[in-house]
């Protein structure tokens, strides 16, 4: 049986388990609302992910075949896996922000092999070594691209809105669109006083946005033929500033644990942000490729020490970063290429 956390006020969080993952679990919340419970997002699509959902449930006083609907914060795997299946097993709509829901169709729609050329593209852009390079081309060669996490997630049936008042009788949750982590993530606001009393303006779904311990990853989301993925990490330090103006009670996100003060939590990232570009536009004295520039970065362990597929979610980090120097005018592209360079400017 999962240990599930009562927050108060007809919140409970369910911990379903993330396969061969670092974080654990997805922290799956529970809303009472006066047609039926919602989730807030639904975890992995795994069968141990799937029994232990059904079993907080139960400890919870509920079912699967109770749910009213589902609201996911975005499309990542980890918490909209399950939306399929929920919905099977409940008839629950599956909300989603527009942006993301795109992402979702385009996911189902393009063949796996149309991403190995994406990466390949990629990764000969960036300056990757043909050491790196070979196993994804040998994969590209025999066709035996895997289908993507959660290309069984289902596709959601609403639009969350941002700005929205959703429409859960009994209850005021406002939709917030935060996007960075994923175009189209939303932070759901929940405008009621805090059920111990604490100051602060109610309480904070913040999905992947706002984490306690863990700085999010900025995520590239660009389909083959389609057009640049504009300025991810700009858009994710101005809904950061957005957030902290809310000053949330507390924080429900869906990884680590609930916290308070959302604004000092925002001025770490925030100076996170700004350390980690500042180190980028000094590495650009000299000209570097974007993979020149991922190998010299600071991580969370050795370059050597990074697996395979980590790395590639390095080099897009990486490129997010470099995108917003050059959005500001602090670095640009030098003539030639690929591999494309770039320097401080």
């Known amino acids: 049986m999962p240990q599930v956390t009562d927050h108060g006020g007809g919140v409970v969080s369910i911990p379903v388990p993330i396969p061969d993952n670092p974080l654990g679990h997805t922290l799956v919340h529970l809303l009472d609302t006066d047609r039926g419970p919602v989730l807030v997002d639904t975890g992995w699509d795994d069968p141990a992910s799937w029994d232990t959902l059904v079993a907080g449930l139960g400890a919870c006083g509920t079912s699967v075949t109770e749910l009213h609907g589902v609201l996911v914060t975005h499309h990542h795997p980890d918490h909209h896996g399950l939306s399929a299946r929920v919905r099977e097993v409940s008839g629950a709509w599956i909300a989603m922000h527009p942006a993301d829901a795109h992402l979702v169709r385009r996911l189902r729609a393009a063949p796996p092999g149309q991403w190995l050329d994406q990466l390949v593209a990629k990764l000969v852009a960036a300056g990757a070594p043909e050491e790196h390079l070979a196993p994804v081309e040998a ?13 069984r997630a289902a596709l959601p049936d609403r639009e969350i809105a ?7 009788p009994g209850r005021r949750l406002r939709a917030i669109w935060t996007p960075g982590h994923t175009p189209g993530h939303v932070c759901l606001h929940l405008e009621e006083a805090h059920p111990l009393g604490r100051a602060g303006h109610g309480r904070l779904f913040s999905g992947d946005h706002l984490l306690p311990g863990v700085t999010p990853h900025i995520g590239l989301y660009e389909f083959p033929g389609g057009p640049a993925a504009g300025d991810p990490l700009g858009d994710y330090l101005s809904s950061l500033e957005r957030v902290a103006l809310l000053s949330p009670a507390e924080v429900l996100p869906a990884h680590q644990y609930a916290f308070t003060d959302a604004p000092g939590r925002v001025r770490e990232l925030l100076a996170h942000h700004r350390a980690r570009l500042a180190s980028l536009r000094a590495l650009l004295a000299s000209p570097r490729t974007l993979w020149q520039l991922t190998e010299s970065m600071e991580w969370n362990r050795p370059w050597s020490r990074i697996p395979y597929g980590s790395r590639n979610i390095a080099v897009a980090e990486a490129e997010a970063h470099l995108r917003h120097l050059v959005a500001l005018g602090h670095a640009e592209a030098v003539r030639g290429g690929p591999p494309v360079t770039y320097v401080a400017v």
């Open 139 to 151: 994969a590209r060669a025999r066709g035996r691209a895997r289908p993507l996490p959660g290309s």
């Open 162 to 168: 941002p700005g929205e008042l959703l429409d859960l």
